[in-house]
C-alpha cells in the first residue's frame, strides 16, 4: 500500500497507464485541481439557493416563513468549512455500478465526501459518502474487493492535499497492508468538540452505521471503539436514506449531560444535518414549573428508578376511577332520559377493559354516555343524529357525571400525594414495594404544593410516567441514547416513550456504570425500554486508546464486569503510561508539573480528579499561572488545558490525561463497584498519553 506525498516520487497507481515515477506532483495537482473546482462547484451551489426568489411563490406569509426557514437550513448546509477536507477519498471501479459485466462497460471514478457535489451540468463531482456507490470505501478489502480497482486516501494539511495513499484492491500482486494515513486521521491531535470520522469508518462500524430504520439496535462498546461516533453516523446515514420520513416523524440524540452534548454537538452539522435534535434525560421529562432543587439518597434513587414505580403509578392513576352508584337523567326539552347507574357502571368497566389512557377514556366516556340516551330515544320513536348526540354529551348532567366517575388527574399532584402520604402510598404499592422501600420513597417533611416541593430528578421521571398513563406522549422518528449504562428502569421507559413508533439506538458500555441504578445487562434495559427485539452489537476493536493504557484500565474488569471482553486497541504507544506515586505533600505540585509536562505536547490536556479535590486543584493552577478550561469549553490552540471532576468525564477524551489520586476517585463513590467503574472511566480518557500520580495506594484491583 504505497503512501505518496509531495517529496516521493512513487508512480501514479490508478487504473491505467501508469504514470512516470515523476509524475507524483503532477498527481498531486491535478487532484488539488479536482479539489478546487469541487469547492468551486459547492459555492456555485450555495450561490444559487441564495439567489432563490420567493415572493411568486408563496400564497401567504407562513408559507413565506416556512420557506425561508428551510432555504436558510440549506444554505447552512452548503457552507464550505475551509479546514474541512470536502472529500477525503477515491473510488475507480473497474465496471461502472449496476452495469451488466457481460457488456464490458467501462469503469467509474468517484471522490467520496461529507456531502454530494455537482457542477453546472449536474453531474457529480463529489459523492456523499452515505451514498450505496460509497460503500465500498468502508468495506472492499483485498479478500472481497467489491469491483473497486483502486481506493485513494488523501492526507490533508490544513485543509489542502498534501499526501495520497493507493490500495489496488483487484490486484492480487499487491499485498493487503495498514493505511497509515488512516491511522494518522485517527491519531490527530484533539483541539476544540468532537469531529466526524467519515474519513476512518472501519468496515464492523459501517454494518452499523448503514443498518436499517425499521429496526433498533444496541451498540455494546469498549473506551475507544468509537461507539458515540457510530451512533451519531447512523443518524446522519438514516437522515440521508430516509429524510422525508424522519423530516415529519424527528430524530433526537440523548447524552449524559450538558458539557457531552456540547462536545459532540458539531459532528451532525459537519455532515450538513442540522435539523437533530439534542437532549438530556432530565430535558425529556422537565416539565414547565417544576424545578429540580433536590435530590435523593442512593438507596431511594434505586427504588424510585426501578421498573415496578410503574405498576405503583398505574394503580394510583386508575383509582381515580368510582363506580356509579346514582342513575343519570337527562332533560331535552320537555323529555327526560334516564341512564341506570347499573348501566353507567358498564360502560366505565367496559372502557377500564380496554386499558386504553386515562385521558382518552375520560374524553370517549360522555360520548358513550350520550349514545346510551341516543339508543332511549330511538326506541321512543326519535331520529336523532350526531349533533344530538354531541349535544347530549355536552349535557351538564352528564359533564357532572364523568366529574364524578372519571375525574381530572394531574401527574404531578399524583406523585406528590404518594411522596406524601403513607397510607395512598401503601394502598398502590401493596405486593410491589417492601415496607422499607416505602419507607425510602416518603419525603421526610411533606410539600403543602407541587410548586413548593423540592423535587428531584428522579421524582420528575416518575412525573412523566404518570403523565404518559394520562396522554399518551409524542412518539420520534427514530432516537439515539448515548451512555446507556447509566439509565435506570424508568428512565429507559421514559426514552422508550419518545420511539414508540419509531426505532433506537443505544450505545454503551456495561463496564462504564456508575450510578447505583447502573444497567446489569442489555437484555434488561432493551426490555424496559421497549425494545426488546433489538439487535445487539459489541465493538472491541479499540482505535483512541493507546493498547498500553487500555490493558493497565482493564485491570478492573474481573471487578467491575466479569465476562466482558476487554478491548483490543490496534494502536501501540511506546511510553503512553506513566504511574508515580509521590508523597502526600509533593501529590499537587507533582501534579501540576505533569500537566505542564503535557501541554508541552501538541494537542489537548485533560487533569481528571475526584470532584472534592477540584477545589484544591484549581487554586493550584491558578498559583501556577495555568489557565484551564471546565468540561464542555471548548479548547483551542491557547487554552488546551480542562479541569475534569470524574463524575462529567464519561463520554470526553484528551489527547493528554493527568489523572490525580485513584483512590480518591474510588472512595467518593457509595461502594466499591461503582467507584472502580469511575475509576475505569476516569483512565480510558487519554488519546495519546496517561500520568497516574498517587500518594495513597493505588486500588488493590488495579495492582
Keep these: 500500500m504505497p503512501a505518496h506525498a509531495p517529496d516521493t516520487t512513487p508512480e501514479d497507481t490508478a487504473p491505467g497507464p501508469a504514470a512516470a515515477p515523476s509524475d507524483t506532483a503532477g498527481l498531486l495537482g491535478r487532484e488539488r485541481a479536482h479539489l478546487a473546482a469541487s469547492r468551486a462547484a459547492l459555492r456555485a451551489m450555495r450561490e444559487d439557493v441564495?439567489?432563490?426568489?420567493?415572493?411568486?411563490?408563496?400564497?401567504?406569509?407562513?408559507?413565506?416563513?416556512?420557506?425561508?426557514?428551510?432555504?436558510?437550513?440549506?444554505?447552512?448546509?452548503?457552507?464550505?468549512?475551509?479546514?474541512?477536507?470536502?472529500?477525503?477519498?477515491?473510488?475507480d471501479y473497474l465496471h461502472a455500478p449496476g452495469a451488466d459485466l457481460a457488456e464490458g462497460a467501462g469503469g467509474e471514478q468517484f471522490y467520496i465526501g461529507r456531502r454530494h457535489v455537482?457542477?453546472?451540468?449536474?453531474?457529480?463531482?463529489?459523492?456523499?459518502?452515505?451514498?450505496?456507490?460509497?460503500?465500498p470505501f468502508y468495506r472492499a478489502s483485498k479478500a472481497d474487493p467489491q469491483d473497486i480497482a483502486l481506493r485513494r486516501r488523501f492526507g490533508y494539511t490544513g485543509g489542502e492535499i498534501t499526501a495520497y495513499e493507493d490500495e489496488h484492491l483487484s490486484d492480487p500482486a499487491e499485498a493487503a497492508g495498514v493505511s497509515k494515513l488512516l491511522q494518522q486521521e485517527i491519531e490527530r491531535p484533539r483541539v476544540g468538540p468532537m469531529r466526524d470520522i467519515v474519513a476512518t469508518i472501519q468496515p464492523e462500524q459501517d454494518e452499523i452505521v448503514r443498518s436499517g430504520l425499521s429496526g433498533s439496535v444496541c451498540v455494546q462498546g469498549g473506551p475507544g471503539t468509537g461507539k458515540t461516533a457510530v451512533g451519531l453516523h447512523r443518524v446522519a446515514?438514516?437522515?440521508?436514506?430516509?429524510?422525508?420520513?424522519?423530516?415529519?416523524?424527528?430524530?433526537?440524540?440523548?447524552?449524559?449531560?450538558?458539557?457531552?452534548?456540547?462536545?459532540?454537538?458539531?459532528?451532525?452539522?459537519?455532515?450538513?444535518?442540522?435539523?437533530?435534535?439534542?437532549?438530556?434525560?432530565?430535558?425529556?421529562?422537565?416539565r414547565e414549573g417544576l424545578e429540580v432543587r433536590g435530590s435523593d439518597p442512593a438507596e431511594t434513587a434505586v427504588v424510585k428508578g426501578d421498573a415496578?414505580?410503574?405498576e405503583v403509578l398505574r394503580r394510583a392513576v386508575r383509582s381515580h376511577v368510582t363506580a356509579p352508584v346514582e342513575p343519570l337523567m337527562v332533560v331535552r326539552g320537555s323529555r327526560r332520559w334516564r341512564v341506570p347507574a347499573y348501566e353507567l357502571e358498564e360502560i366505565v368497566t367496559e372502557l377500564q377493559n380496554r386499558?386504553?389512557?386515562?385521558?382518552?377514556?375520560?374524553?370517549?366516556?360522555?360520548?358513550?354516555?350520550?349514545?346510551?340516551?341516543?339508543?332511549?330515544?330511538?326506541?321512543?320513536?326519535?331520529?336523532?343524529?350526531?349533533?344530538?348526540?354531541?349535544?347530549?354529551?355536552?349535557?351538564?348532567?352528564?359533564?357532572?357525571?364523568?366529574?364524578?366517575?372519571w375525574p381530572l388527574v394531574e401527574p404531578a399532584k399524583l406523585?406528590?400525594?404518594?411522596?406524601?402520604?403513607?397510607?395512598?402510598?401503601?394502598?398502590?404499592?401493596?405486593?410491589?414495594?417492601?415496607?422499607?422501600?416505602?419507607?425510602?420513597?416518603?419525603w421526610p417533611k411533606p410539600f403543602r404544593s407541587v410548586r413548593s416541593a423540592k423535587w428531584s430528578a428522579a421524582d420528575l421521571v416518575l412525573i412523566d410516567e404518570a403523565a404518559d398513563l394520562v396522554e399518551r406522549t409524542h412518539s420520534l422518528g427514530h432516537v439515539v441514547v448515548d451512555e446507556a449504562q447509566d439509565l435506570s428502569p424508568m428512565q429507559y421507559r421514559a426514552v422508550g416513550r419518545r420511539c414508540t413508533t419509531g426505532s433506537a439506538t443505544v450505545?454503551?458500555?456495561?463496564?462504564?456504570?456508575?450510578?447505583?441504578?447502573?444497567?446489569?445487562?442489555?437484555?434488561?434495559?432493551?426490555?424496559?425500554?421497549?425494545?426488546?427485539?433489538?439487535?445487539?452489537?459489541?465493538?472491541?476493536?479499540?482505535?483512541?486508546?493507546?493498547?498500553?493504557v487500555i490493558a493497565y484500565a482493564s485491570r478492573l474488569l474481573p471487578a467491575i464486569a466479569p465476562g466482558l471482553t476487554a478491548v483490543s486497541s490496534v494502536r501501540e504507544t511506546p511510553g503512553s503510561l506513566t504511574v508515580t506515586e509521590s508523597a502526600p505533600d509533593d501529590l499537587i505540585p507533582d501534579v501540576i508539573a505533569a500537566c505542564r509536562s503535557s501541554l508541552a505536547h501538541e494537542?489537548?490536556?485533560?487533569?481528571?480528579?475526584?470532584?472534592?479535590?477540584?477545589?484544591?486543584?484549581?487554586?493550584?493552577?491558578?498559583?501556577?499561572?495555568?489557565?484551564?478550561?471546565?468540561?464542555?469549553?471548548?479548547?483551542?490552540?491557547?487554552?488546551?488545558?480542562t479541569l475534569v471532576p470524574a463524575s462529567l468525564a464519561k463520554g470526553l477524551e484528551y489527547d493528554y490525561v493527568v489523572l490525580d489520586e485513584p483512590a480518591a476517585i474510588v472512595s467518593a463513590e457509595p461502594d466499591d463497584r461503582t467507584g472502580l467503574r469511575r475509576l475505569y472511566v476516569s483512565l480510558t480518557r487519554a488519546v495519546s498519553g496517561l500520568t497516574v500520580l498517587h500518594a495513597a495506594p493505588l486500588p488493590a484491583a488495579l495492582t
Design 237 to 286: 446515514y438514516l437522515l440521508y436514506a430516509h429524510r422525508e420520513r424522519l423530516a415529519r416523524t424527528g430524530t433526537l440524540v440523548i447524552g449524559p449531560n450538558r458539557s457531552f452534548l456540547h462536545y459532540i454537538e458539531q459532528v451532525l452539522p459537519a455532515l450538513g444535518e442540522l435539523e437533530v435534535q439534542q437532549a438530556t434525560v432530565d430535558d425529556l421529562v422537565a
Design 415 to 442: 406523585v406528590l400525594r404518594l411522596l406524601s402520604d403513607p397510607e395512598i402510598l401503601a394502598e398502590h404499592a401493596e405486593g410491589v414495594l417492601t415496607e422499607e422501600e416505602q419507607k425510602l420513597l416518603l
Design 118 to 135: 455537482h457542477d453546472a451540468d449536474g453531474d457529480p463531482m463529489v459523492i456523499d459518502w452515505r451514498a450505496p456507490v460509497s460503500q
Design 308 to 310: 415496578r414505580m410503574a
Design 507 to 548: 450505545l454503551g458500555d456495561l463496564a462504564q456504570g456508575t450510578t447505583p441504578w447502573a444497567t446489569r445487562s442489555w437484555e434488561e434495559a432493551l426490555g424496559h425500554l421497549g425494545k426488546p427485539e433489538a439487535v445487539l452489537e459489541e465493538l472491541t476493536a479499540g482505535f483512541r486508546v493507546p493498547r498500553e
Design 50 to 91: 441564495e439567489a432563490l426568489d420567493i415572493r411568486d411563490v408563496t400564497a401567504n406569509w407562513v408559507n413565506a416563513v416556512v420557506l425561508q426557514a428551510q432555504i436558510d437550513d440549506r444554505i447552512k448546509a452548503l457552507a464550505d468549512l475551509t479546514h474541512t477536507p470536502l472529500f477525503f477519498g477515491r473510488l
Design 603 to 641: 494537542g489537548s490536556t485533560g487533569l481528571i480528579a475526584a470532584d472534592a479535590r477540584i477545589p484544591a486543584l484549581a487554586a493550584a493552577l491558578t498559583a501556577a499561572g495555568l489557565p484551564y478550561l471546565s468540561p464542555g469549553e471548548e479548547t483551542t490552540a491557547e487554552s488546551r488545558l
Design 355 to 405: 386499558d386504553i389512557r386515562y385521558g382518552a377514556a375520560r374524553e370517549a366516556l360522555p360520548q358513550r354516555i350520550a349514545h346510551a340516551v341516543l339508543v332511549r330515544m330511538e326506541q321512543a320513536g326519535e331520529a336523532p343524529d350526531d349533533r344530538v348526540q354531541d349535544a347530549v354529551a355536552r349535557n351538564a348532567a352528564v359533564k357532572a357525571a364523568v366529574k364524578a366517575v
